[in-house]
Nanobody, 121 residues
Framework: QVQLVESGGGLVQPGGSLRLSCVVSGGIFSINTMRWYRQAPGKERELVAQ???????YYSESVKGRFTISRDSAKNTVYLQMNSLEPEDTAVYYC???????????????WGQGTQVTVSS
């Protein structure tokens, strides 16, 4: 059973930093793109950042220059370094992994349970 477990959320003051981690476990699999989404109260879930298996990255305009996504493929882990945090970054952050479980050729998305990030003074 594939599981994604996020950690690193919490309460931080504006201008502060947090580092989120997401570990994928539960068997042998081939991970393609890994993504971080967030959902603020009353808003739709939005894509924050993604990183492909080749290391190509994408960031939403709202976090570009402040957040950095990275991955350690040997550890099946993706990170989100968040700097210069703003109150508008307050949300539940979700990890997403697009992966395949051999010998199947089917690729599907898996989600973590989410971790709360609150930016407030």
């Amino acid at each position: 059973q594939v599981q994604l477990v996020e950690s690193g959320g919490g309460l931080v003051q504006p201008g502060g930093s947090l580092r989120l981690s997401c570990v994928v476990s539960g068997g042998i699999f081939s991970i393609n793109t890994m993504r971080w989404y967030r959902q603020a109260p009353g808003k739709e879930r939005e894509l924050v950042a993604q990183i492909t298996s080749g290391g190509s990255t994408y960031y939403s305009e709202s976090v570009k220059g402040r957040f950095t996504i990275s991955r350690d493929s040997a550890k099946n882990t993706v990170y989100l370094q968040m700097n210069s945090l703003e109150p508008e970054d307050t949300a539940v952050y979700y990890c997403n992994a697009n992966l395949r479980i051999p010998p199947s050729v089917v690729v599907r998305d898996y989600w973590g349970q989410g971790t709360q990030v609150t930016v407030s003074s």
